[in-house]
């Protein structure tokens, strides 16, 4: 049986600015007593993910000097403000020549996604020609696991905001939707109104 822990990694995406919440970085907004970046991490490790990369780039000197991230690869995005496709390509250049097979990408801002839905896209690993994502009521979501066969593809259309959208998309056929709407809420924080999801 393949070990999905040693050949997927987790890679978080923790760049943003926090424009609409007043330039607040987002990795460094409060949650159950951690700042977001370590509960997002947490929620990783607990969910399966023994090898984490962490995108920053906003305030990245502060959330390095202010979160506990142990054992994790920390990855610097200079362009950070272009969005999150190139966090995302930042963080598959990060893992290239690693050995690892696939990735699980899972957003710093989505704090009712847990353990549990990251456990399951996990399982749906298969080889480095995986696709999967999660699912809510039917429609895709985050996390999402892509192998490494599809991260060249996936770099050079992961442009704005857009991250791996276009891709999915265009690979719809080959996707496996693993259905989370029973574990996990995928709202995201990005305005003040979001910010009462937060504990």
């Known amino acids: 049986m393949t070990d999905a822990n040693d050949q997927v990694a987790g890679l978080l995406l923790a760049a943003g600015g926090g424009r609409r919440l007043g330039g607040r970085p987002k990795a460094l ?18 969910g399966g993910c023994s090898r984490i990369h962490v ?10 000097e202010r979160a506990a991230l142990p054992g994790c690869t920390l990855v610097d995005n200079p362009e950070w403000a272009r969005g999150m ?18 990735v699980l990408v899972s957003l710093v801002d989505q704090p009712g996604i847990g353990p549990e ?3 399951r ?23 999402v696991l892509f192998g490494s066969a599809h991260w060249e593809g996936i770099a ?12 999915l998309k265009a690979h719809a056929d080959e996707v496996t939707l693993v259905e989370c709407g029973d574990v996990a809420q995928p709202y995201d924080i990005d305005t003040e109104s979001d910010l009462v999801h937060l504990e």
């Open 117 to 119: 839905a990251v456990a």
């Open 55 to 64: 995108v920053l780039g906003a305030k990245a000197g502060a959330v390095r």
């Open 29 to 46: 907004l409060p949650h159950r007593g951690h700042l977001l970046v370590e509960h997002a991490v947490g929620v990783l490790r607990t």
């Open 156 to 167: 050079v259309t992961a442009t704005g905001d857009r991250g791996a959208r276009a891709y």
């Open 121 to 143: 896209v996990l399982s749906a690993y298969g080889s480095e020609r995986s696709l999967a994502a999660a699912a809510y009521d039917g429609e895709r979501g985050h996390p």
């Open 85 to 102: 496709g190139s966090s995302l390509r930042a963080g598959l250049e990060s893992l290239a020549g690693t050995g690892v097979r696939a």
